[in-house]
């Protein structure tokens, strides 16, 4: 059994969650990375394979598309719900099945903490979290985007790129 924490980071598999999840090992956490298959055709066993490659221990993969669309999406559209007056806010909506299974599997797999990669500039960080304090508030929560040290080491695409390499 590891002395080191364990965490449960909502994983995309894009440049950002990757970084983060690497960045998290080198912090000396362990880390599971987790994904809702919300229906957008990812290709979990390459994701899997990123996310390993990347630190993790594993990706759990989640299937959240029924409960996506009839606890969220459909509910979005019977309240004519529109993002800039334009379209169903699935992203918006997505956040709080994301960070529900996120949730779950740190409490199936005896996590200390979660973590998400959304930046400290847009309105997912607060739909991650306030999912996170609403379902468990004692489970610790880490944002890198957040931590001087990770946001000063990753200034860009550039940063990023180079880190991953």
């Not at 004692?138 to 550039?158: A, D, M, Q, T």
Request: charged letters at 25%; glycine letters at 8%.
């Amino acid at each position: 059994m590891s002395d080191k924490k364990l965490v449960v980071l909502a994983y995309s598999g894009g440049l950002d969650t990757s970084v983060i999840c690497r960045w998290l090992v080198e912090k000396g956490y362990r880390v599971l990375c987790c994904v809702a298959d919300l229906g957008q055709g990812d290709n979990f066993s390459a994701m899997r394979d990123k996310a390993i490659g990347s630190g993790a221990e594993d990706l759990i993969v989640r299937d959240v598309k029924e409960e996506f669309v009839r606890d969220g999406l459909f509910w979005a559209m019977q309240a004519q719900a529109k993002y800039e007056g334009l379209y169903i806010p699935c992203t918006a909506v997505a956040r709080y099945f994301i960070m529900r299974e996120v949730i779950n599997a740190a409490h199936e797999y005896g996590a200390e903490a979660v973590a998400h990669g959304a930046t400290a500039k847009g309105n997912d960080q607060v739909r991650f979290e306030f999912r996170k304090y609403v379902q468990d508030d004692s489970l610790e929560l880490i944002v890198p985007w957040r931590i001087p040290e990770f946001y000063n080491l990753i200034l860009g695409r550039k940063e990023a790129i180079e880190y991953a390499r």
